[in-house]
């Protein structure tokens, strides 16, 4: 069975740090995305990352796919405010099916 | 990409009743799905809504309770059935595009 496991869970950032968000799943996959979710919205998609070694950046979020580790990272440069929210990797186990890590909900104090 | 609606947004119901939700694409797609996020919490795959067959259910999600319509490939929907206070949620649908799933805005369910 899949699991994707995200790391912290929670996390309090000053603006202009930078931090990095972990994704860990169980089983082989080379399939993986991001989503952002504010609070009483749905998801937004981030980035999808189809490749061993895969790299998407977009404004102040890098995503990286290492599929040997089974790990995914989500790097945030010089944090903003307007970055608050929660992150969520995702697994494709080649069904089709999403398997959805814990999420990380990020808080950049001003 | 692909833009996803749902209705209702949120609805108050009463235990024992049942509640549809609909779920529209707004382009063809051959994939749709049906999750369950409890309030602060991660997403739930409940089931795979296949056009012209019946939905493939995850562990723990059965037919009788959440029965599921894929009448054409822009369309689903999911009934809550037999509802109890336990089935409080946010219900998503989301739909497989351009490599990526998009999702609807959610429907939020409160069971009384």
């Known amino acids: 069975e899949l699991k994707v496991e995200q790391n912290p869970l929670f996390l309090s950032m000053q603006e202009g740090k930078n931090y990095t968000i972990y994704c860990n799943y169980s089983t082989t996959s080379d399939r993986l995305y991001w989503y952002r979710q504010d609070p009483g919205k749905s998801l937004e998609s981030l980035f999808v990352l189809l490749s061993n070694g895969a790299v998407k950046q977009e404004g102040r979020l890098m995503a990286s796919l290492d599929t040997k580790a089974r790990l995914s990272t989500l790097h945030i440069t010089a944090a903003v405010h307007d970055l608050s929210a929660t992150y969520f990797c995702?697994?494709?186990?080649?069904?089709?099916?999403?398997?959805f890590g814990t999420g990380t909900r990020l808080k950049v104090l001003a | 990409s692909a833009v996803i609606s749902q209705k209702p947004s949120r609805d108050i119901c009463q235990r024992g009743t049942s509640l549809t939700i609909q779920c529209q694409v707004d382009s063809q797609v051959t994939m749709m799905f049906w999750y369950r996020q409890q309030p602060g919490q991660s997403l739930t795959l409940i089931a795979t809504a296949n056009q012209g067959s019946e939905a493939t259910y995850e562990s723990g999600f059965v037919i009788d309770k959440f029965p599921i319509s894929r009448p054409n490939l822009t369309f689903s929907t999911l009934t809550v059935s037999n509802m109890s206070p336990e089935d409080s949620s946010i219900y998503l649908c989301s739909a497989n595009a351009a490599d990526t799933q998009y999702f609807g805005p959610g429907t939020r369910l409160t069971v009384l």
């Open positions: 995702a697994v494709d186990d080649y069904t089709y099916k999403y398997i």
